[in-house]
Nanobody, 114 residues
Framework: QVQLVESGGGLVQPGGSLRLSCVAS????????MGWYRQAPGKQRELVAT??????NYQDSVKGRFTISRDNAKNTVYLQMNSLKPDDTANYYC?????????WGQGTQVTVSS
């Protein structure tokens, strides 16, 4: 079973940037659809972005500000977040999915505040 470890969260001012990383161990990384999700207090977990092969998909609210990418040689998926807003404050989770697998990391907290 694949295991996922996120890093890169923290406190940032509005308009700032952060890059999240998620390292996978176990399984064949290149076969996974990788995704970033987030969950704010009192809200449901929501999709932020996914990447499968060379195709990416984004939630409308992050289009043009966030970029998902992957390095299959390093078993790592990234989320570059620019122009951060207070509404982006949430715990961000990495997800690895195939038709047999649905694995989640522990999450990394992102707080956008002045």
């Amino acid at each position: 079973q694949v295991q996922l470890v996120e890093s890169g969260g923290g406190l940032v001012q509005p308009g700032g940037s952060l890059r999240l990383s998620c390292v996978a161990s176990g399984g064949i990384f290149s076969l996974y659809i990788m995704g970033w999700y987030r969950q704010a207090p009192g809200k449901q977990r929501e999709l932020v972005a996914t990447i499968a092969g060379g195709s990416t998909n984004y939630q409308d609210s992050v289009k043009g500000r966030f970029t998902i990418s992957r390095d299959n040689a390093k078993n790592t998926v990234y989320l570059q977040m620019n122009s951060l807003k207070p509404d982006d404050t949430a715990n961000y989770y990495c997800n690895a999915r195939t038709f047999l697998t649905d694995a989640w990391g522990q999450g990394t907290q992102v707080t956008v505040s002045s």
